[in-house]
């Protein structure tokens, strides 16, 4: 019986493991450098969003950053929404913390066939919270872009 547990325990140690890159889902394995406008008044948006989700797709999977014409994916962004609202305050009735909501629309294309199929078209999300007694706007934004990159990358690397 000692044994039976030893095995058990010793196939639960060596066979748990993880990684900090999820298992590739799709048949693609490169990206081309994504295309981000941005239509809201809050300048430099589509600056931020273009850098956190370049850096989340380097993190967080296995797809390869490569020129479009050689890309199997292309991901074409258009920022539509930003908002920031007040989410809770003190006693005095000051602001005590702000979330950030940015919108987007999001399409990602197959570059490997012609007429570049269209694999995800649809609107995302990425909002954050900040306390402005510890953190200013900019961070702020950087946590909701961050989400949204994140939520980018979820769509670019699951199976369609």
């Known amino acids: 019986m000692k044994s039976i547990w030893n095995f058990i325990w ?5 066979g748990c493991g993880y990684s900090l890159k999820p298992p590739i889902l ?3 394995t490169s990206v081309a450098s994504p295309v981000i406008s941005n239509r809201t008044v809050k300048a430099g948006l589509e600056e931020i969003l273009f850098d956190e ?3 989340c797709i380097k993190s967080e999977s296995n797809l390869k950053i490569v020129p479009e014409n050689k890309a199997q994916l292309i991901i074409e ?3 539509t929404n930003y908002e920031r609202t007040a989410q809770t305050y003190t006693a005095d009735q000051e602001v005590y913390t702000y979330q950030i909501s940015i919108n987007a629309s999001v399409t990602i294309k197959d570059n490997t066939t012609e007429e570049s199929k269209v694999v995800y078209s649809g609107n995302l999300t990425g909002w954050a919270t900040y306390n402005v007694n510890q953190e200013t706007e900019d961070i702020g934004i950087r946590k909701a872009t961050k989400k949204l990159s994140q939520e980018i990358v979820k769509k670019v690397t699951v199976s369609w």
């Open 26 to 28: 799709s048949p693609y």
């Open 53 to 55: 989700l370049v850096s």
């Open 77 to 79: 962004c258009q920022i």
């Open 10 to 14: 010793a196939f639960i140690i060596i």
